[in-house]
């Protein structure tokens, strides 16, 4: 993760933070296996203007091969 990536992570209230977020991709490692961040661009594309963490319980990853992913779907509750 770079550091501009890190910064988008922090909001005016200060409850994230870029420590958090490594945190929850640490626990979401150890819980799952592994978990994603959903970048969001702007409308014509861009510099990412927010991260989103995704626990991977609700992301199902769809394949046609079975080797490489061709699609991920979020499916929150």
Request: charged share 25%; no cysteine.
């Amino acid at each position: 993760m770079s550091d501009d990536d890190r910064r988008l992570v922090v909001n005016p209230s200060g409850e994230w933070n870029g420590s958090r977020l490594r945190a929850y991709l640490a626990a979401g490692n150890a819980a799952w296996g592994g978990s994603y961040i959903l970048k969001v661009r702007g409308r014509f594309g861009g510099r990412p203007r927010e991260l989103w963490w995704l626990d991977l319980a609700h992301v199902e990853v769809k394949s046609q091969s079975g080797r490489q992913a061709d699609e991920y779907v979020y499916n929150p509750p």
